[in-house]
């Protein structure tokens, strides 16, 4: 490859490293498009067989001079962050750089500032595919530096000579990072990324009931999003009583103006008892669950009939009514264990008032024919709510009703809507009837990852139902039809099968390289003594049953037998080669047959008698050791005519 073509490849190797900046956000858009572009166009100069001088050199180093105060200007008044300045002066000087190289070769220090832009796209990616572009970058870097070898060579040498292909090299050597990289890589110091991004977004506007209120005045919007939210690993004893699942973040129990909103703010610090924070008391059935998730505003996504938390440093009660939050940054990925039960009440008796919806009369008949004749709460609860499953439409997206509407219309007119007003028109007729009830926003049912046995939990599960005062506890009722609910339109098996791989390949991804960090390593390595400990156990068992065996008078003769064979393998070793027996017969006479000497260079050097008797025992060897077919009658033969000439 020419100089042309190898200029060429340099350039675009420093515009391959900043490619994924233009999807992490690191720095702004601008830059990156400036960067590109005047690489681009030094591309095309050395392309034609013009010089890379896009600008005059004295140009370009008066603006190296001027960045440096720039710099500072940037960090403060423009990024406003050290670390987007900081990789502006890196492209900055990876566009000097090519000009540069008119003066002096500077090879090295180019691929070192290529190196540079890489580690910033690196160090602010967090997507699964970014193992592609380090494969490609590490490929295309290992090929330059092959050539700056060959060129500093070539320095040395003061001659030219022809370069070998280097993509079979840069292959090899790429192939032997890896292997060593997935060797070292448990092993290597952890450094937390500061700049990691969750696997949510933002949850406002969703009809879900994740939003601060759920707002009938303005158009609501759902949009299908498959973006992970938690997975949530439970035994194949508790799928049956505790599925599908409900992942509870919010609580209304609030109206005003056609909103409904979480009750006033407070903070509650639990303190643990023995790892545990207990939130209820169970009754019934219990099992526990471990949940995984990022975290969203502190906010943690908790199975309904979830009594105790572990695993979490912290447990704040608030700041709303019926949400639990953990100190940690927005993204970081959190793990806990719900201990759950087929019903829970309050740690502390309390009295429930009824919501502030304001019952109109309408409303209110209609809540009294549907509840006639049935007495408790939870009768008349399951009577509500089969009301609005057999005689209310349902529409999955909000935006399909057309208009906006209140709680009354909904109940008393439209008939019609999403899951939002189907909990809010059950909690509008449970106030008629003054039974304390309220809307809890979260995620519904979730899909099995029949590859790892967990389930998982995405945004477009967003859901809202009802949970009303029995007196005792808060009970679970949804009378959103459940052929509508989150995660009934299921694909064929397939697609299942293909969403499930994808899924356990990024939670590999996530939990094994993103979050591996050094209690991970400590985890590792605990496992890996204790495997250790009970190999030597294992170890010191086994030899104590083999002692035992041999101590046995079968055992004892069994050992001889060995040891005979052993004895005698041995010997038949020692038994010198048809080569060995000849030298020696040489050696006798003063004839030392060296490690480069053939046995003709040593019978050369006999007497013309002793060579004559010796020359059929030499024909003999040869036939022996160069003949496809063994025969040990050669050997023996040979030894016999030694012993005759001593």
Request: proline content about 5%.
């Amino acid at each position: 490859m020419n100089h042309q073509r190898r200029e060429i490849e340099m350039l675009a190797v420093t515009m391959f490293a900043a490619a994924p900046l233009y999807l992490t956000g690191a720095v702004g858009m601008l830059p990156l498009l400036i960067f590109h572009g005047v690489m681009l166009g030094i591309g095309v100069r050395v392309l034609s067989g013009r010089g890379p001088e896009l600008l005059p050199g004295k140009v370009m180093r008066l603006l190296a001079l001027g960045y440096i105060l720039f710099y500072f200007f940037d960090a403060v008044a423009i990024s406003r962050s050290a670390i987007a300045a900081s990789t502006h002066l890196v492209l900055f000087i990876a566009v000097y750089q090519p000009i540069e190289s008119l003066q002096r070769n500077n090879l090295a220090q180019r691929l070192l500032t290529t190196t540079l832009i890489f580690v910033a796209s690196l160090a602010t990616s967090t997507h699964i595919t970014i193992v592609l572009f380090v494969l490609a970058f590490a490929f295309l870097m290992f090929r330059q530096l092959i050539y700056v070898s060959h060129m500093e060579t070539v320095r040395s040498l003061s001659r030219p000579y022809d370069m070998e292909p280097s993509s079979r090299s840069a292959i090899f050597y790429l192939l032997g990072t890896v292997v060593l990289g997935a060797m070292l890589f448990p092993f290597l110091p952890r450094l937390r990324n500061p700049v990691v991004r969750g696997f949510t977004g933002p949850l406002s506007n969703a009809t879900s009931g994740l939003s601060e209120a759920i707002d009938f005045n303005e158009t609501r919007t759902s949009t299908p999003d498959a973006a992970l939210v938690a997975r949530v690993w439970m035994n194949q004893d508790a799928i049956p009583f505790f599925t599908p699942l409900r992942l509870r973040g919010a609580i209304y129990d609030r109206f005003e103006n056609n909103r409904w909103l979480q009750g006033p703010s407070s903070l509650n610090y639990l303190t643990p008892r023995d790892g545990v924070f207990h939130i209820a008391r169970p009754v019934g059935y219990k099992k526990t669950a471990i949940v995984q998730q990022r975290i969203v505003n502190e906010r943690l996504y908790i199975p309904s009939d979830t009594y105790a938390i572990s695993g979490v440093q912290q447990l704040i009660e608030g700041p709303k009514p019926g949400s639990y939050t953990v100190f940690g940054r927005r993204g970081d990925l959190v793990s806990f264990e719900a201990s759950m039960a087929r019903e829970t009440e309050p740690l502390l008796s309390r009295r429930v008032p009824v919501t502030g919806y304001p019952v109109t009369p309408e409303v209110a008949a209609l809540a009294r024919q549907i509840v006639a004749g049935r007495n408790g709460v939870r009768s008349q609860a399951n009577a509500v709510e089969q009301y609005l499953l057999r005689n209310y439409q349902y529409y999955q997206q909000p935006e399909q009703i057309g208009r906006r509407m209140t709680t009354d219309d909904f109940l008393l007119r439209e008939k019609r809507g999403h899951c939002e007003y189907f909990a809010a028109g059950m909690v509008a007729l449970m106030t008629a009837v003054d039974v304390p009830a309220r809307i809890a926003g979260g995620f519904y049912g979730g899909r099995l990852n029949p590859l790892t046995g967990y389930f998982m939990v995405r945004r477009e599960d967003a859901h809202a139902w009802v949970e009303v005062w029995d007196g005792k506890s808060w009970v679970t009722f949804d009378p959103t039809p459940p052929s509508l609910r989150p995660g009934s339109m299921q694909g064929g098996l397939l697609q299942a099968y293909l969403s499930a791989i994808s899924d356990s390949v990024h939670y590999f991804w996530d939990r094994y390289v993103l979050t591996f960090g050094v209690a991970d390593q400590i985890a590792l390595a605990a496992e890996m003594i204790t495997r250790g400990r009970d190999a030597i156990a294992s170890m010191r068992s086994s030899a104590g049953s083999i002692g035992n065996v041999l101590l046995s008078p079968r055992g004892f003769a069994i050992l001889l037998a060995l040891i005979a064979a052993l004895y005698l393998g041995a010997t038949i070793a020692r038994r010198p080669s048809a080569f060995d027996m000849l030298a020696r017969h040489l050696r006798a006479r003063g004839i030392e047959i060296g490690p480069a000497m053939t046995l003709q260079e040593g019978i050369a050097q006999l007497n013309a008698a002793d060579a004559v008797a010796l020359a059929p025992l030499i024909a003999l060897y040869e036939e022996e050791q160069f003949s496809s077919r063994r025969d040990s009658s050669r050997r023996r033969l040979l030894r016999s005519k030694l012993q005759e000439l001593r």
